[in-house]
């Protein structure tokens, strides 16, 4: 058993008793039972349908990358909603061009799947910068605000936390 295979069957797993609701006696051994056997098939599936690649996660960056998901998403949320209620409050909404390093696949859409959720953004499609370079399109409710900085923090944490390689496509 390779180390992917453990590591997305123990996410897997996981997740599964994050969403079950557990019986008692007979039953619970048999719920743990059926958890196991999902997540080892849903691990086979996942291996089959992304293989793993070389390389290795860094958990301290993903911690940090993380982290500032959780405290950006706070922020945006608390910015997005007083700027509804106070509609008095400019907006200079628009479309923000953005380099990307990220080479083209499961790394760049993961980053683009990422930085969707965070409110104030959203990536709207993939473009050419004016040099030339892969870039991604994002409609911004505030082009005041510092978009393009926050996502190059995003980026190059992302960069570090999975070891995705630079790239000039």
Request: proline residues 6%; positive net charge.
């Amino acid at each position: 058993m390779t180390a992917s295979a453990l590591v997305r069957g123990t996410a897997f797993f996981g997740c599964w008793l994050l969403l079950t609701h557990f019986g008692t006696g007979a039953d619970l051994a048999a719920d743990l039972l059926v958890g196991l056997a999902s997540a080892a098939a849903a691990a086979w599936v996942s291996l089959r349908l992304l293989p793993s690649a070389p390389g290795r996660v860094r958990y301290g960056a993903l911690g940090r990358l993380l982290w500032r998901f959780l405290w950006q998403s706070i922020v945006a949320g608390i910015d997005v909603a007083r700027r509804a209620f106070a509609p008095r409050l400019s907006l200079q909404p628009g479309y923000l061009v953005f380099p990307v390093r990220i080479p083209q696949g499961p790394g760049r859409a993961l980053f683009g799947a990422f930085t969707s959720l965070v409110p104030g953004t959203l990536p709207v499609g993939a473009g050419l910068t004016a040099d030339g370079r892969a870039a991604l399109v994002y409609h911004c409710l505030d082009l005041r605000q510092p978009v393009a900085a926050g996502l190059a923090r995003d980026q190059a944490l992302m960069i570090e936390a999975y070891g995705e390689d630079e790239t000039d496509d």
